[in-house]
Each structure stands twice: as C-alpha cells, then as structure tokens.
C-alpha cells in the first residue's frame, strides 16, 4: 500500500472516530471492513498450497493445568449476572515474579477488590501469602507490572485499575502502599489504567513506568446497548477515549509524568496493550502501544523524545489498511533473522496480527502466510511468544474470550467462553495449530484474559499463568517430553536498571543463532519472567558463545559450556556464576 493511500485511509479512521455510530451498527467491537474499498489493491493474498508441505511436523508440546494440584485456587466471576458491561468484561491479569528473591517464581493474581499472592514452596506448589506480604490494597484493579524501579534488588509492583492505580514497593518480600505522593495516583475517579510496563526509556539506569489507558466509562455512560432485543456491553465508541502517559522516576519514590514532554501525547487512545522493545536495533527502546478500534500507535525512539511512526512503519492498522481491535501485544523473532517481530491479539473475526520486522524500520502483515489466519472465530486477549519445546523457535500462545456476555443471543454461533490457541513454530516462517494436541485445558472454554510465561519450576520449559474471567486460575505446566537442551540467564544490570530491561542477549551456535530481550511488560494487563530462556534443539554439547549488550552501551561476550542450567551474568563482571 503506498504511503498515500495510508494517509487516506487515516483521514477517514480520524473522521470515523469522531462520529458515535448507532446501537445496531455494531455486532463486534471494531470498524467495519469497509476501508478496503478505497483500496482494492491491499487485500491480502493467501498462500498458495498447504504450508504444512513446507517442512514436516515434528510432535507439538504438552502444557497441562496443575493449578489446584499446585494449590493455586483463586477464582473470579460475576455469579451469574447479566448482561455485563464494557468495564465488567475487560478483565484481568497475572504476574510471574520472584518477589523474595529465592531463586523460584511466585505468582500474583489482579482481583476485584483484591489481589493474592502465592508464594513458591520450590517443589512444584505454592502457598498463599497475601496479608504476611503486606498486599492487602482493595480496588478495582485490572492490571499489572513489575520492575525494580529504585535498583535497590528487589522487583517492585504496579498495579492498575479504575479509579484505583497502586505503587507496592517491595522491602525485602513486604510490600508497602508508596502511591500518595508518587505520582502515580490516578487522575479521577474515572481514569481507567489498562495495560502497563516498566522499562528505561531514556538509559540512564532507572525504569520509567508507561500506562495504557481505555476509555472514560462513568455510572452515567450508556451501560449497555441494544442488539435486537438483547442487551450487552457497548463498543468503545461511545465512550471519549483515554490515552498512554509515561513517568520517569525521580527517585524517593516520586515520579514525574514526562507523556508531553517526550512526545507522547499524540496517540490515539483506546489503549489496551502496551510492550516495549528495540524494534530497529538501534539500542534503544521503542514503544508499541495497541488500540481498541483506533490505529495503532508504534513509538519510535529518537533519543530526546518519542515518534509515532505506527503509520509510516505499516503497524498501525492490519492488511486491509483497517483499524483492528487491539488487545495484547509481544515482541519476539519468531524466524531468527535477529529482528524483533510483532503479533497482536485481535477481535473475533480478525485475523490475530502478526507484522514481520522487515529490518528497515518497516513491517509486513504476515497472518495469512504463516498460518494464522484462522484465528477469527475467537476473540484474543492474552498472547505470548515462549519455545515451549526448546527446538530454538518461539511458538504462540492466545487465551481468548468475547466482550460480549450474550453475544451467543444475538451473534452465534459466537460464545462467550472460548478455547485457548497454541501455534508451533514450523522453522519456516509459518506455524501450526496444535490447540486439540496440547492439553485438556485448551478443550476447555473459558472467557481467557490475563497471560504471563515463566518457568516456575525452574526445569528450563517455560509454563504459562492465565486468567479466567469467570472461573478459576490455569497453572498450564509445560511437560513437553524432550531431550532438547536449553540454557537460562538472569541478568542482574550495574549500570544499567538492576532488573537489566532492554538488554539484549545473541546466542550463537555453529549452526545456528538467536535472540532475546529481556523484558516483563507483555501480553495483555500482565507481566513475566525477567529471566531469558534458550531452548537449543539437538545442540551436540559444544560451547555456546552469548554475546550481551546492556542498555549502557557495554557489550560482554560469553562462552558457555554447561547447560540445562540457569545462570547469573553481571554487568560489572561479565562473567557467568
């Protein structure tokens, strides 16, 4: 599509947006597809053949539900009610994190008004421990991200919500309620903070905190809409739209909202995923931001202040040159070509968006190539990339989940509840659905949200946590039976944040090579494991060569014998522990 008729089409969404369409007009979230029109030649082609010609399959991996085994029991739900607005049915999410240092993951889980925490008792259970640890805030609490933002070694927690935005820092495994007076309160009763990440903007060895907020949705708003005699949540488009606001931290737990300064306030709100991430390998951290219905905004980072070029970059709206639903987001090189690509969770009847990094600052909607187009009977919330089966490819995982309570009523044969999606990565660029070859809990509706990676049994095979809506917790526990070896890094930052955020780590083989970054900030109202994981396939045993680039600019290569292992690399020392 050439840059023109972008433009076009941009001047249309803005025109559209500003006009609250009727009740009817909508059966799902999301413009109509009628901006394609006005540019017949961006419609997609489908691959020809079967792409599961291109290379043989190999034996998918297996994530099993052990949450009640694991002592994990929390629930959320709406006991029955009906029919749910847009606030009630937005959801919740999770967190991966290792709050008292012990080398294990615990897990948190957002709630409405509370939240727990569960501690790992590192034999594969966990115990709650909500009040001893002092997380004891009530709220209506959506979301949440994790970083140690003063450096003093212990991760912190940000929680969002509506009406409700609370800073736990953490002191040694208790955390204290430092919001009043940090800057970090919310703006009225009516600011709805959605997705959220730390991460250092700026490289000067602090995180900065970037919220993603939705939409202003007040007791006096349209609660819900008609849709012939049903009723359920409304569109976002009747509702003013919220905006992106980004802090730096000022140390003394105060923080100072740099979202003008820095550029930040021409997006286009609507926001739901946030994620951080070195697109273009210039070292330092870019921003993209995905929209309920509204283009995209991918910030780009020019050192002394941020740049929307989701337009210009071929993000900002998906093939046909439309706005998407945007939920949650992940960076990862899918293919190995040591740039970072995109996907994005979608609306029902979207194909889930995934944009390859082409290497040059600009990006190419690959859905329908690599095999995920027939991802449009559910609606995506969660995503995730992870090699679940440690062969060196990053595979896909979406939980998924309507808006819509009783949208069966009206819309069927679409349902509230969905099932989960799992994709294989091929090791060609595309990938397979292997959702009924998983587990039992991707046979299982649930109305999926929230979703974080971690290995929380520290045996190398990333697991995933996720949210249930209106049920109870997943603990999908990755039991891939394989002898591929992998290899675990934790990075602790000296000068750069401790947490080492946007560092990135090359992993080189004689035959192959990859590439991480460290981030938390991921998927949809969630946060993972800051640790990096390498799966290496069949690798014959020799010596692996990791070269690490800290946000400070310092490079420290690393040869690397032993695996099936984690380790601890240093950046005063460069040296594996």
Known sequence: ?????????????????QHKPSRRSFLKYGLCSTLCSLVPSCRPSRPSGDPSRLRSQHSPFRLLDRARDAGICFQLGHHGRSPLNILETAGCGCAFLDFDNDGFLDVLLVGQPYCALYQNNRNGTFRECTKEAGLTVEGMFMGVAVGDYDNDGWPDVFLTGYGRNVLLHNH????????????????????????ATFTDLDRDGVLELVVGHYVTFTPHS??????????????????????VRVFRYNHDNKFTDVTRMWGFDKG??????????????????????????????????????????????????????????????DWGDYDNDGYLDLIVAT???????????EGNGLFKFVSYAAGLADTTQRLAFGVAWADFDLDGWLDLLFT????????????????????????????????????????PAFLQPIVGRGLAIGDYDNDGKPDALVVDLEGHTLLLHNETPTSNLWL????????SNRDAIGTRIYLET????????????????????????????????????LSVHWPSGKVDDISVSRFNRYITIREDTGTEE
């Open 400 to 439: 998924n989940g309507h808006v819509q309570d009783t949208i069966y009523q009206f819309h069927p044969p679409a349902t509230y509840r969905q099932t989960m999606q799992a994709f294989q990565n091929r090791r060609d660029g595309t990938f397979r659905d292997v959702s009924s070859e998983v587990g």
């Open 222 to 243: 349209l609660q819900t809409c008609r849709y012939g005699s049903v009723q359920a949540a409304c569109p976002p488009f009747y509702y003013d739209p919220q905006f």
């Open 1 to 17: 599509m050439t840059t023109h008729s972008r433009m076009n089409i941009s001047k249309l969404v803005n025109r559209l947006g």
């Open 268 to 329: 286009h709100g609507n926001n739901l995923g946030v994620a951080a991430a070195d697109y273009d390998n210039d070292g330092w951290q870019d921003l993209y931001v995905a929209n309920d219905g509204l283009a995209a905004d991918l910030w780009h980072n020019r050192h002394t202040g941020f740049e929307n070029v989701g337009l210009l970059s071929g993000t900002a709206y998906d093939a046909n040159g439309n706005p998407q639903a945007g939920m949650g987001v």
């Open 510 to 545: 004689s035959d192959t090579r990859q590439m991480r970054e460290v981030q938390t900030g991921r998927s949809y109202l969630s946060a993972c494991d800051p640790r990096v994981l390498f799966g290496l396939g069949t690798h014959n045993g020799t010596p692996v060569k």
């Open 488 to 495: 675990g890094l934790k990075l602790v930052g000296t000068k």
């Open 172 to 195: 040694e495994g208790y955390f204290e309620d430092v919001t009043q007076g940090s800057g970090m309160e919310a703006v009225s009763p009516y600011d709805w903070a959605t997705s």
């Open 347 to 357: 609306f029902q009847d979207q194909p889930r968006a995934l944009y390859h990094n």
